[in-house]
């Protein structure tokens, strides 16, 4: 069964860049059939497609963040990352990790990330 846990702030300043990660147990993130991606919630609104990364170092991006998104891996650590520049209050939302493979999503819990100075 894979696990995620996610860590990184819960607030941010306007304008500074949001650092979250997921690490991964109970399967590889070098594992050609997994695709790590970052999900978001703002309040009262649907959820958003930031951005994937496929066999740890292939990344897509959103057309309205991927000049802003960065996604990377450490495989020695079995983690990705997703960097989010120049955060707004805009961008206040529920922050989720996802591992895909053919047949399952899995989650990880989400971070409630507030931008305010």
């Known amino acids: 069964q894979v696990h995620l846990q996610q860590s990184g702030p819960g607030l941010v300043k306007p304008s500074q860049t949001l650092s979250l990660t997921c690490s991964v147990s109970g399967g590889s993130i070098t594992d050609n059939q997994y695709s790590g991606s970052w999900i978001r919630q703002a309040p009262g609104k649907g959820l958003e497609w930031i951005g994937m990364i496929i066999n740890s170092d292939i990344t897509y991006y959103s057309p309205s963040l991927q000049s802003r998104a960065s996604i990377s891996a450490d495989t020695s650590k079995n983690q990705f990352t997703l960097q989010l520049s120049s955060m707004t209050p805009e961008d206040t939302a529920d922050y989720y990790c996802?591992?895909?493979?053919?047949?399952?999503?899995?989650w990880g819990k989400g971070t409630l990330v507030t931008v305010s100075a």
């Open positions: 996802l591992i895909s493979t053919v047949d399952t999503n899995y």
